[in-house]
């Protein structure tokens, strides 16, 4: 059995959660010029209105808000349904990334960032999943990070979070498949954003955030699980992920200057 892909993005109904900046941004702006109808969320509205603007009326809905209030997601989900009758894909982008390292370790960063990263779209998918039940069709995309794969330096909580994402896209996968309902586990490399432009190390592979959106959307209409990007710097990780951890740990600690 294989996940159903989307044939195109014309008129579909869809979340675009973290669309303010970044990825999440880039996503909005290629969907709308590919005509799909663009509910646009993050905590920053003013941002959510300008890029509103590149749609018609009847194109977009702006959703302000904030993924660590379920009421939040719940609403604006109703909007959703109050406006459009229903929803084609979630696309969950929004995220957060504080460098932490065992000698800085701050439980209150890392509760922040296990509440936007994980829990966020925990919440998302829960407001979105009855419906989609329901109807038997449906698209989740979350993403996550290559820094899920296995613990990397400076990530004591931004690793864990997008660890636990692979891991719930994963059981989200096997539980949906035989309801009809497409789960899309995204993982990019380093992508030049403004989360990453404060990085004072130069970042192996980088992409434009145009770049990262064209391979989700590409990814997304092929029905494919495990979209991860770029090809060069995500296979060499996945490569690592399956060495012994001896080998693993001397090649990280040789080559990742963080
Ligand atoms: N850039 C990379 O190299 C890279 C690599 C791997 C994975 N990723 C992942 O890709 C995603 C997007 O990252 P990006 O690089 O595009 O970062 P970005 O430019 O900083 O964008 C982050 C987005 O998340 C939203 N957001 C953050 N916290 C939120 C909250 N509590 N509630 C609602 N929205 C929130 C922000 O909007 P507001 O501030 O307006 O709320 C913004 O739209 C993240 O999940 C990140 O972990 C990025």
Known sequence: MKQQGLE?????????IGASSGIGEAC???LLKLGGKVALSSRRAER????AQLGGKEQTLVLPLDVTRQGDLESAYQSILDS??????????????????????????????????????????????????????????IVGSVAGYSGLPKALAYGPSKAGIINFCETLYYDLLPQGISVHMISPGFVATEATAKNDFEMPAL???????????????????????????????????????PLYFWIVRRFVQL
């Not at 959510?48 to 890029?51: D, F, G, R």
């Open 28 to 30: 909005a702006t290629a």
């Open 207 to 245: 992409i434009t955030a145009d770049e990262a959106a064209q391979e989700i959307l590409k990814g997304i209409q092929a029905g494919k699980f495990d979209i991860h990007f770029p090809k060069r710097f995500s296979g060499f990780l996945k490569f690592l992920r399956i060495l012994p951890y």
């Open 84 to 141: 459009w009758g229903g929803l084609d894909l979630l696309l969950f982008v929004s995220g957060m990334y504080v460098p932490l390292r065992a000698d800085n370790f701050d439980f209150d960063i890392a509760q922040k960032t296990i509440d936007a990263n994980l829990l966020g779209p925990m919440r998302a998918v829960a407001a979105v999943l009855p419906e989609m039940l329901k109807n038997h069709a449906g698209h989740i995309a």
């Open 48 to 51: 959510l209105n300008t890029l």
């Open 8 to 16: 195109n993005f014309l008129n579909k109904r869809i979340w675009v």
